[in-house]
Nanobody
């Protein structure tokens, strides 16, 4: 069973940028689609973005389209989430997730521990 490890969270002002990384244990995601979900305080966890295990097919939540980009960094063997023009409503714990249907916004069974993103006004 692969484990996932997130990094790159932090605190920024509105309009700033952060890049999150998700790394798999053992150095490979295998044939797993990978996505990012987030959970704001007092709210349910929600889908953010996902990428197919091969190629460049991606999926995004409407709230982040045009601001966030999910991609594979083959030099680091990670799936990264570049977040630009951050807004206070982007604040939350961001989780990496792997599963067959993440591109359909359906959570998979494999989760990371989460990384905190805080955006101030």
């Amino acid at each position: 069973q692969v484990q996932l490890f997130e990094s790159g969270g932090g605190q920024v002002q509105a309009g700033g940028s952060l890049r999150l990384s998700c790394a798999p244990s053992g150095g490979t995601f295998g044939m797993r689609n990978v996505g990012w979900f987030r959970q704001a305080p007092g709210k349910e966890r929600e889908f953010v973005a996902a990428i197919l295990w091969v190629g460049t097919t991606t999926s995004y939540a409407d709230s982040v389209k045009g601001r966030f980009t999910i991609f594979r960094d083959n030099t680091k063997n990670t799936v990264d989430l570049q977040m630009n023009d951050l807004k206070p409503e982007d604040t939350g714990v961001y989780f990496c997730n792997a599963g067959t249907n993440v591109l359909l916004k359906i959570e998979g069974r494999t989760w990371g521990q989460g990384t905190q993103v805080s955006v101030s006004t």
